[in-house]
Each structure stands twice: as structure tokens, then as C-alpha cells.
């Protein structure tokens, strides 16, 4: 475990979210970088921000933040590129106006969004080191559709010596001594060196790793579950005597039974 610690960088999202936990003074340096606004305070945020929705996926944000002005940011860390996928990053920003909704009672009420996600690969494939995008109006020459939200895609792979090419530099080293920031360095160098920051990282590996094995577990019993329901179909046993044994409905029965081509 103190092994992959050491070779831990701000781009594996575990260790992004763990070195970002309350620092507030981190994460704006990073987002006064990455949006050119060194004046940009913030004002509130939090790491591993569940946020439910009742229509679908639920999501799970790396870091969630609020500045001074009332702008609300995502900001992730993406090693694939699927996980950079366009409509993830619309999903994403739905949810950020989704935990507004209920608060808000005017639609102009509603705070600008960004999400960011910063991502090990070019994902455009246009070799830029950044990527901003917004709604335009087509028929209005693409005039900016001002519904304030955007979506930022930030190329790591560009490391050059512009102010985001060291800021990538430094999400990319694992070494906090050769990092240029002194204020990403420090937090790196404590849940790297310090023993209750390492403490705490491996409590989150750990954490990390039981919700992996449970989450196995429920997918192997799901497997088992649906194996043994359709032994069952094959059978002819009665659509209620499977529900009962498998602790489901007679309709979910009945729709596997149909999907499977094994409806009597």
C-alpha cells in the first residue's frame, strides 16, 4: 500500500480528491489557473459530493465548488477517455442546476456553472491544452447562447512552461520536490510523508477497496440470482414459486422470461 502511495499523482482521482479534501487555498489555485482569473476566491467546496437524482444515474462528484461570485464549479480527474465522455460532462452539468432547482425559485435565480474535467489524454485530438465549450446559436452567426453554463477540457498532455503546462506538470509528478507549486506540493508531501496524512490515504484505499469487493459481491448474487431464475423458466416452474424463491415479483419473472425467449 505504501508503495502505491508513493506513486500516486494528482491525476489519479482517489489521491486528487483525498490531497483537495478542505483545501480551499488548493483548489484555488488550480482554478485561478485554469480559468485565468487570479482574483477568483473560493468560497465553499467539497470532495466526493454524492448528488442523487430520482430520474436516473446518481453522480458522485471529485470536488464540488462555489466561489465568491456565486459560480459552481465540478472539477474531475480522468485517466480514460470515456470516462471524459461529451455526455457525461452534460450529465454532469444537469445535476449541478439539478441541486439548485429546489432551492431557487426563479429560473434567473439559477448560478453559472462550469464543469471541468482535467483528462490524461488529448480528447479533442487538436493538440490544444485547453478546451472550452458553450452553446452557440447557429442562425445567429453561433452568437453565445447565455445560459451560463460551460464545459472545460483540460489536455494534460501539454506540459509546457506556460502557468496550466507547470500546473500539469505537477498533477502528472509523483515527487512533491519536483513539483512547481509550493501550495499542491505541501498537500502531496503530507498524505505522501507525513504519517497521519499516510494514515488517512490508506484509509481511503481501503475504503475504496471494500466498496470494490461489495461491489463484486452484489454483482456476483445478481448473476446468481438471474442463473437460477432462468433454470427455473426452463423448467416451467410457476412464475410465483420463482418470484418467492428469488425474493422478486411475478412481473420482473415475467419479464425475464420474455427477454430470455422463455415465456409459457
Not at 135 to 159: G, M
Not at 193 to 205: D, I, P, S, W, Y
Amino acid at each position: 500500500m505504501l508503495a502505491s502511495i508513493r506513486k500516486f499523482t494528482l491525476m489519479d482521482d482517489m489521491f486528487f480528491h483525498t490531497c483537495l479534501k478542505d483545501d480551499k487555498r488548493g483548489m484555488q489555485y488550480i482554478l485561478r489557473i485554469i480559468l485565468k482569473k487570479p482574483e477568483l476566491v473560493v468560497l465553499e467546496m467539497h470532495t466526493q459530493e454524492a448528488v442523487p437524482s430520482i430520474y436516473g444515474r446518481s453522480v458522485t462528484f471529485d470536488v464540488f465548488v462555489r466561489d465568491a461570485g456565486g459560480r459552481e464549479y465540478n472539477v474531475e480527474v480522468q485517466q480514460k477517455n470515456d470516462g471524459a465522455d461529451p455526455r457525461r460532462a452534460r450529465y454532469h452539468a444537469s445535476l449541478l442546476d439539478t441541486m439548485n432547482v429546489e432551492r431557487r425559485a426563479e429560473w434567473k435565480d439559477l448560478p453559472p456553472t462550469i464543469v471541468i474535467f482535467i483528462t490524461a489524454h488529448d480528447v479533442m485530438k487538436a493538440g490544444k491544452p485547453i478546451y472550452h465549450v458553450v452553446r452557440v446559436v447557429k442562425e445567429l452567426d453561433h452568437k453565445r447562447f447565455e445560459d451560463e453554463s460551460e464545459i472545460i477540457y483540460v489536455n494534460a498532455t501539454i506540459q509546457d512552461d506556460t502557468p496550466l503546462g507547470q500546473l500539469m506538470q505537477d498533477f502528472a509528478c509523483a515527487d512533491p520536490a519536483k513539483m512547481h507549486s509550493k501550495i499542491l506540493a505541501e498537500r502531496v508531501k503530507y498524505f505522501k510523508t507525513n504519517e497521519h496524512g499516510v494514515r488517512t490515504m490508506c484509509n481511503v484505499m481501503e475504503e475504496f477497496t471494500k466498496d470494490i469487493r461489495e461491489e463484486g459481491k452484489a454483482e456476483g448474487i445478481a448473476e446468481k440470482t438471474m442463473r437460477t431464475i432462468l433454470n427455473q423458466l426452463r423448467r416451467h416452474a410457476d412464475y410465483a414459486i420463482i418470484a418467492s424463491d428469488n425474493e422478486t415479483s411475478v412481473d420482473e419473472v415475467m419479464r425475464i422470461a420474455k427477454e430470455n425467449g422463455l415465456a409459457y
